[in-house]
């Protein structure tokens, strides 16, 4: 099948992004791709909670949401919107992933599960749980090319999550990401490549790049790399910096060939201390 992932450098304009990401979700289709993905928060980048309160809408009243379903059926695509920012009835947002069918409904959505509340650097630090409410429910949702295990982010360091999601029979798991570039640096591709050889999946993850321009608050940068890691650990596409789409196509057969040669899903044995 193939693939299409959207590089973004999102700003804290939803209409802004919503336009770039419509426009590349649009290429992507003319140029092939079945499965179009997007990274975490497509719709606002913000460390502002002022900036978030002024913007942000519930999931029915998302005007992002909406056209980008809209564009999805236009296209006649499978489209994992990465995740978008989004108010509720509480105080906090939810970060929240969407897979959307190729008729414009919504196929699945997933609460980012795991907080990013982490001092990177005496300077770099993030507080997400402080804006963002938890998830608390793993999500896999069943297409016609294989089974997609939903996650976001900061989720990619909690093996668990994924080795779950593979035993319950995902294919392909998602990790839409706007990682941060210390971080970024040291373990991102060691990390995506870690959870696809540990489940046999293909792991794609699309992501924020380079520095968000803010109204209101600091700015923040992003790491970029988008990329796209075979069953057997193989990285088949490094997006690099730039923003932008890349289309790949991939073989799921690779995912019953991997877990063939290492079946380690059905290796589990119980161990105490």
Not at 45 to 52: K, L, N
Not at 156 to 185: C, N
């Amino acid at each position: 099948m193939r693939i299409g992932l959207v590089q973004m450098t999102s700003s804290d304009d939803p209409a802004a992004n919503l336009v770039t990401a419509r426009d590349a979700v649009r290429e992507a289709a003319g140029q092939g791709a079945e499965f179009v993905l997007t990274p975490e928060v497509a719709n606002c980048v913000s460390a502002s909670r002022t900036r978030q309160r002024e913007v942000l809408r519930r999931e029915g009243d998302d005007p992002t949401l909406a056209a980008l379903r809209d564009e999805a059926s236009r296209a006649g695509v499978w489209l994992l919107i990465g995740s978008l920012a989004l108010a509720t009835e509480e105080e906090r947002f939810a970060n929240r992933s969407f897979l959307i069918a190729p008729d414009g409904e919504i196929a699945a959505r997933y609460d980012k599960i795991h907080m990013f509340d982490v001092d990177v650097s005496e300077t770099e630090t993030y507080r997400e749980s402080s804006g963002f409410r938890p998830g608390e429910r793993a999500v896999m949702a069943t297409t016609p090319f294989g089974c997609v295990g939903l996650t976001v982010c900061y989720d990619v360091r909690f093996a668990y999550l994924y080795r779950a999601l593979a035993k319950a029979g995902a294919d392909i798991l998602t990790v839409p990401a706007a990682f941060s570039p210390v971080t970024g640096a040291a373990h991102w591709e060691p990390l995506l490549r870690a959870r696809a050889i540990e489940t046999g999946c293909f792991v794609l993850a699309p992501a924020q790049t380079g520095r968000h321009q803010a109204g209101q608050g600091r700015a923040r940068e992003t790491y970029g790399h988008g990329m796209v890691v075979a069953p057997w650990g193989e990285v088949l596409l490094d997006q690099g910096t730039e923003p932008g789409i890349a289309v790949l196509d991939i073989d799921l057969s690779q995912v019953e060939a991997a877990r063939k040669r290492v079946p380690s899903l059905s290796h589990d044995r119980d161990f105490s201390f």
